[in-house]
């Protein structure tokens, strides 16, 4: 239900913004990496781990409200990974993530040949897919066995810089992606997913 409900709210703010449009907008396709941890705890206790580099790939549209503000809905695929030293063991676990959500998006310099922008929104998280890694042992992650949540909420912040060119434009930012949920089912154990990201990539005007 919680999944339906963000997932029309979504689908509500594109197409509020897409009647309200007075301002130029664009599609964009981008490309970048993302450093990924969890905050991890076992019965109070904090477990140290180690962040993991992964690739991100995403689409979106940046629909201009007026030409100092814009809703950007977007969908990503990225990759999410952390490792710790357990006992002497080293554990890797690695998710296939999908994200999809839109940001609120502050432009400065719009319409000059370099602009920047700010922005947050809210974003649904989606695992399609899991595994775990035990010293020399991988499996794949049985999310409902392993009692493993494949859904998480997060808020998004990004920070970037656009060049404006005639016909396309270029764009590159950087994010902090912070998870809001459990996403450990287990009574003894919670986990929380951070995520930085930088990517770039190309705006085409609509």
Known sequence: MKKCSFLLLVCAICCFSISNINAQSFFSARLGAVVANVNNTVN??????????????GIALDLGIVPAFSIQ??????GR???AD???????????????????????????????????????????????????????????????KRSDFSIATALGV????ANMGFF???????????????????????TIGITAGLMIPL
């Open 44 to 57: 109070g206790v904090k477990i140290d781990t180690k962040s993991n580099l992964d690739l991100q790939i």
């Open 162 to 165: 656009t060049l404006n060119l």
């Open 86 to 148: 357990i006992v002497g063991v080293g554990v890797r676990q690695n998710f296939a993530y999908v994200d999809v959500g839109a940001l609120a998006k502050l432009r400065f310099g719009a319409d000059d040949p370099i602009g920047a922008y700010i922005g947050a929104g809210p974003f649904l998280n989606y695992a399609v897919s899991g595994t775990t890694k035990i010293g020399d042992l991988k499996e794949s992650i049985d999310f409902a066995e392993d009692q493993v």
């Open 73 to 78: 809905p977007e969908i990503t695929y990225l």
């Open 81 to 83: 990974s952390y490792e």
């Open 172 to 194: 590159a930012d950087v994010r902090y992606i912070l998870g809001l949920g459990d996403i450990d089912e287990s009574n003894d154990s919670e986990i929380k997913n951070r």
